[in-house]
């Protein structure tokens, strides 16, 4: 999957992602459906753990060229 497409997935909220899932043209067994929610939350958990280290990174940056212009 392309980043364009992964970004755009990703700002889909999860009960709408799920209800897609369910709900979908291609009926999924309970094995398949379950491997699939697992794969959706495991990549939205993973996303957001990055974004969350970018954040601190950023901020540890930040204060880093405050401290040398001082």
């Known amino acids: 999957m392309t980043q364009q497409a ?4 990703s ?7 799920l209800a897609q899932l369910l709900n979908g043209p ?3 067994d309970r094995r398949a ?3 699939t929610l697992y794969a959706e939350v495991d990549r939205r ?3 957001a753990y ?3 280290w ?3 990174l950023a901020t540890l940056r930040r ?3 405050r401290s040398e212009d001082a």
């Open 6 to 9: 992964e970004a755009s997935r």
């Open 11 to 17: 700002h889909i909220p999860l009960q709408d992602r």
């Open 26 to 28: 291609a009926a999924l």
């Open 33 to 35: 459906l379950l491997g």
């Open 45 to 47: 958990e993973a996303a």
């Open 50 to 52: 990055a974004a969350g």
């Open 54 to 56: 970018n954040d601190a």
């Open 63 to 65: 204060g880093s060229r």
